[in-house]
């Protein structure tokens, strides 16, 4: 079993930036891939962005590309979101994500484990 808790949202102006963190319990934090997928009030969840367990594969959504770094620290079970240039459409609740099997049960939306969520607003 996997828990992840999430930290670090909140709520900022457009073009702001906020650092998200999702820590792991479980001994095995290094074996899982890891991502964040948001959801935003009346809208279909949308893939962020993933990490494959060693970091050395990285993966993201069109809408981020460019703003967000998601990277992890094997050491503090650990993985993280650092979303600059934020704009008004990221205001969404960001879920923290993992899944042994890889980073595409991640974008499939099927990963084994999801966080309670941390809200991220932008204002305009």
């Known amino acids: 079993q996997v828990q992840l808790v999430e930290s670090g949202g909140g709520a900022v102006q457009a073009g702001g930036s906020l650092s998200l963190s999702c820590a792991a319990s479980?001994?095995?934090?290094?074996?899982?891939?890891m991502g964040w997928v948001r959801q935003a009030p009346g809208k279909e969840r949308e893939f962020v962005a993933a990490?494959?367990?060693?970091?050395?594969?990285?993966y993201y959504a069109d809408s981020v590309k460019g703003r967000f770094t998601i990277s992890r620290d094997n050491a503090k079970n650990t993985v993280y979101l650092q979303m600059n240039s934020l704009k008004p459409e990221d205001t969404a609740v960001y879920y923290c994500?993992?899944?042994?099997?890889?980073?595409?049960?991640?974008?499939?939306?099927?990963?084994?484990?999801w966080g309670q969520g941390t809200q991220v607003t932008v204002s305009s």
């Open positions: 990490i494959s367990w060693s970091g050395g594969s990285t």
């Open positions: 994500a993992a899944d042994r099997d890889g980073t595409g049960r991640i974008r499939n939306y099927n990963a084994n484990y």
């Open positions: 479980g001994r095995t934090f290094s074996l899982y891939a």
